[in-house]
């Protein structure tokens, strides 16, 4: 079975500063993971996807992720956040069923960007 | 704006009652995925069409059922609705049955009174 955990439901930053969010993965198999990012009152967009190539990810809006497998870690970074960021990060993972795909989402993380 | 379009974007009924989320999948977007979204669950992967067949079947209940028609549009209809039901109901879409990327849409806000 695969499942993804998010630490911090909430997590504060100020403006300007590191953003941290964080995912672990349990996964049998190489697993594609994902970020999305869910603005209030809207649908949730894709940020950035891991698939077995770079282990860095690079996606939009300046984030970042970066798959460790020795700590089955997917964390999601941006160096600098910005009041726009504020909003609900996903992180998930895909499981391949025989004809298709099922994804597995996290609980979520709010994030607070403070002036 | 993913592209995807989902009616209404609010529904208010009561409990025992039937209704019907519908979903328009981005244009070239063969599959589509229904999401529940809710306070004490999180996010929860439904169900998978792509082209008018189930794909993969994920936490849904007995009491909700769902198709693709011929124009690739989706319905997920929900029957013998209880409180517990109240949720947002996602809609996404891919281009294929395999394609990782989905696209989103806003969303439909259903509440059971």
């Known amino acids: 079975a695969q499942s993804v955990t998010q630490l911090g439901s909430h997590v504060s930053v100020s403006e300007g500063a590191l953003v941290l969010l964080r995912c672990n993965y349990s996964s049998s198999v190489p697993p594609y993971l994902f970020w999305y990012v869910q603005y209030p009152n809207q649908g949730l967009q894709l940020l950035l996807k891991?698939?077995?190539?770079?282990?860095l990810v690079k996606g939009i809006n300046g984030f970042e992720a970066e798959f460790k497998k020795s700590e089955t870690s997917f964390h999601l970074t941006k160096p600098s956040a910005h009041m726009s960021d504020a909003a609900e990060y996903f992180c998930a993972v895909r499981a391949k069923a025989n004809t298709g795909n099922q994804f597995y989402f996290g609980t979520g993380t709010s994030l607070t960007v403070i002036p | 704006d993913s592209g995807v379009t989902q009616t209404p974007k609010h529904l208010i009924t009561a409990t025992g009652q039937r209704v019907t989320l519908r979903c328009s999948p981005r244009s070239g977007d063969l599959s589509v995925y229904w999401y529940q979204q809710s306070l004490d669950q999180g996010l929860q992967f439904l169900i998978q069409y792509y082209n008018g067949e189930e794909r993969a079947k994920g936490n849904i209940l007995e009491r909700f059922s769902a198709q693709q028609f011929p124009d690739l549009h989706s319905e997920l209809n929900l029957s013998s609705l209880e409180l517990g039901d109240s949720a947002l109901y996602f809609c996404?879409?891919?281009?294929?049955?395999?394609?990782?990327?989905?696209?989103f849409g806003p969303g439909t806000r259903l509440t059971v009174l």
């Open positions: 891991y698939t077995s190539a770079a282990t």
């Open positions: 996404a879409s891919s281009l294929d049955s395999y394609t990782d990327t989905q696209y």
